[in-house]
Structure formats: structure tokens, C-alpha cells
């Protein structure tokens, strides 16, 4: 059976709500790969289109919060600018980077798979094993901006304490 196509505005801003799942049993994320990941969310929220609201990095899932821009909002001197600060100042720019770099970095499947992808090549590589570390494709929601995102970004920063990790949300740091 194939899977339904997921649901994305690509006409206007948007905040999305995106979790992730390990395939892996058990909590294999420890400080060290949970600080990694951060790293990458970071290294990558600097290249895309896209605001991290808030995010939350538990040991066996992800949860990131994000705003995505569409595309007529990346201009051409922004992408020219952001693919010299990822490739280095010397890289040669085509028209056709910059329509391919502006789709790319103002997708929300393109963002995640980026961060999934170089987490799991770093984790492979650390752990000296091969296959999938990520379960299913991602889920990802449409938030509504306003008393739902408010929620939302509570119920994400609550996660640790859900889960008896820590009793304030502030001394969780992943």
C-alpha cells in the first residue's frame, strides 16, 4: 500500500510540529549523541529557511517545532549568501543552484532528512554498526500560531518531566 503524501503549505509561512522515533530499543541516545544532534539542528536551522521554535531530545525520540518559509520569501541574495557560508566563500554560484538551493532549503522533508541522515551516519560511525537508527518517516503537524502553538511548546518542554527526568523544564538542556 502506498503511504499518503504528507501535507505541507508551501505557499505561506508555516509552523510545523515534527517528531521522530529511534529503531533502536531501549534509550540509545546518551548526552554525548543528544548533543550532537543539537549541534546538527543548529548547523542547519543557520542554512534553511526556518525558525526552531522549540525543540526537545529525549533518549528514543525528537521533537522539533518549527516555522518554515516558503519560497518567494528566500531571496537571491540570501541564498547566494547562506550557500557561501556552508560551502565556503570561493564556490562558484549558478542560476541553478540558487533555484535548487532555494526549493531545497525551504522545505520541512529536506530539514529533517538533513539532521536524520548526519545523525545517523555520526551514530553508525561511533557505535561501529550499520543500518537504520530512525523508525518510521517522520510525523509532522500543522500548528496553528497563537494559544496552540503556546501549547504545543509546553507539552514539548514538559517531555523530560513527563518522563521523570528532571522536575523543571530548565534543567533539561537537550
Not at 537504520?132 to 502553538?149: A, D, P, Y
Amino acid at each position: 500500500m502506498s503511504r499518503l503524501p504528507r501535507f505541507l503549505r508551501k505557499d505561506r509561512t508555516t509552523v510545523y510540529h515534527v517528531v521522530s522515533r529511534t529503531a533502536l530499543d531501549g534509550l540509545p541516545m546518551k548526552a554525548e549523541e543528544k548533543d550532537y544532534l543539537l549541534e546538527l539542528i543548529r548547523k542547519f536551522s543557520k542554512v534553511f529557511f526556518v525558525d526552531i521554535l522549540g525543540f526537545c531530545i529525549m533518549g528514543n525520540h525528537l521533537h522539533l517545532v518549527c516555522r518554515v518559509y516558503p519560497e518567494e520569501e528566500a531571496s537571491e541574495e540570501e541564498v547566494k549568501r547562506r550557500i557561501r557560508e556552508f560551502y565556503g566563500q570561493d564556490r562558484y554560484i549558478s542560476a541553478r543552484d540558487i533555484d535548487y538551493y532555494r526549493k531545497r532549503w525551504t522545505s520541512l522533508s529536506e530539514l529533517v532528512k538533513d539532521i536524520k541522515q548526519s545523525f545517523s551516519k555520526y551514530y553508525n560511525r561511533k557505535h561501529n554498526r550499520k543500518g537504520f537508527f530512525w523508525g518510521e518517516r517522520f510525523k509532522s503537524v500543522i500548528v496553528q500560531e497563537g494559544h496552540t502553538l503556546v501549547n504545543l511548546l509546553a507539552y514539548v518542554d514538559l517531555n523530560p518531566i513527563r518522563a521523570g527526568i528532571v522536575k523543571r523544564p530548565e534543567d533539561y538542556r537537550w
